[in-house]
């Protein structure tokens, strides 16, 4: 594409990735790069309308079908609209959550891994990130920090229960082992500046 970087921010509820997505892109600003922050669900105007349908109302009001295929077409316009138009300009993108997270989230019920990957090679022409920061923390830790940001308000997906996000945390940390040149696990423990420093040493070779 061009000299432009895509690095996404994945991890559980609470692992600091929107905090820390502010922290690197800022530091990244200071040499002089060009930095596009985004998020999923959401980041174009299109993927933040159906953010707001994927994230509130009651816990079942799409099946797992509907909600893959929402955070599927949420995705695609996302990247057609946001992430492709900066990298082609030369910019560097930084998103917090991605595609790992629809396989770890949505990828573990009834439909497998291959189905979320087929789904995003529909959507998306299988487009990839250079690189993906997993931030792991202790389970308790991210609890206690998701309940200290979101109090007793979580949304639709952030709010189900604890095993369903240790199996989570189970997938994402196997894309870390399965894929370790794309995917790399970084500890978000300790001091957030000591974390920042954790991920740009784990972005150095990509840096201009
Ligand atoms: P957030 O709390 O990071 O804003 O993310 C919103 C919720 O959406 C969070 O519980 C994770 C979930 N999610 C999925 O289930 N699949 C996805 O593909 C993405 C991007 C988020």
Same mark, same amino acid.
Do not use: C
């Given at each position: 594409?061009?000299?432009?970087?895509?690095?996404?921010?994945? @991890?559980?509820?609470?692992?600091?990735?929107?905090?820390?997505?502010? /922290?690197?892109? !800022?530091?990244?600003?200071?040499?002089?790069?060009?930095?596009?922050?985004? %998020?999923?669900?959401? @980041?174009?105007?299109?993927?933040?309308?159906?953010?707001?349908? #994927?994230?509130?109302?009651?816990? =079942?009001?799409?099946?797992?079908? /509907?909600?893959?295929? #929402?955070?599927?077409?949420?995705?695609? &316009?996302?990247?057609?609209?946001?992430? %492709?138009?900066?990298? +082609?300009?030369? !910019?560097?993108?930084?998103?917090?959550?991605?595609?790992?997270?629809?396989?770890?989230?949505?990828?573990?019920?009834?439909?497998?891994?291959? =189905?979320?990957?087929?789904?995003?090679?529909?959507?998306?022409?299988?487009?990839?990130?250079?690189?993906?920061?997993?931030?792991?923390?202790?389970?308790?830790?991210?609890?206690?920090? /998701?309940?200290?940001? &979101?109090?007793?308000?979580?949304?639709?997906?952030?709010?189900? /229960?604890? =095993?369903?996000?240790?199996?989570?945390?189970?997938?994402?940390?196997?894309?870390?082992?399965?894929?370790? +040149? %794309?995917?790399?696990?970084? &500890?978000?423990?300790?001091? !957030?500046?000591?974390?920042?420093?954790?991920?740009?040493?784990?972005?150095?070779?990509?840096?201009?």
């Amino acid at each position: 594409m061009s000299s432009g970087r895509f690095i996404t921010l994945e @991890g559980g509820e609470g692992a600091g990735k929107s905090t820390q997505l502010r /922290a690197l892109a !800022a530091a990244l600003r200071v040499r002089g790069m060009e930095v596009v922050e985004t %998020r999923e669900p959401g @980041g174009s105007e299109g993927a933040e309308a159906i953010r707001a349908l #994927l994230l509130t109302g009651g816990a =079942d009001r799409w099946s797992p079908y /509907a909600e893959a295929l #929402l955070f599927a077409a949420a995705r695609a &316009d996302h990247i057609e609209k946001t992430i %492709r138009p900066a990298l +082609e300009r030369g !910019a560097w993108v930084l998103s917090d959550r991605f595609l790992d997270s629809s396989r770890a989230y949505q990828g573990q019920g009834v439909l497998s891994d291959a =189905d979320i990957l087929t789904l995003h090679r529909i959507g998306s022409a299988g487009f990839l990130p250079d690189r993906t920061l997993l931030l792991t923390l202790p389970e308790e830790e991210a609890t206690d920090r /998701a309940k200290a940001r &979101d109090g007793d308000v979580s949304d639709r997906i952030g709010g189900r /229960a604890n =095993d369903f996000h240790r199996a989570v945390a189970d997938a994402f940390a196997r894309f870390a082992r399965e894929e370790s +040149e %794309r995917v790399r696990a970084v &500890d978000a423990s300790g001091p !957030a500046e000591v974390v920042t420093v954790r991920l740009l040493e784990t972005i150095e070779d990509l840096l201009p």
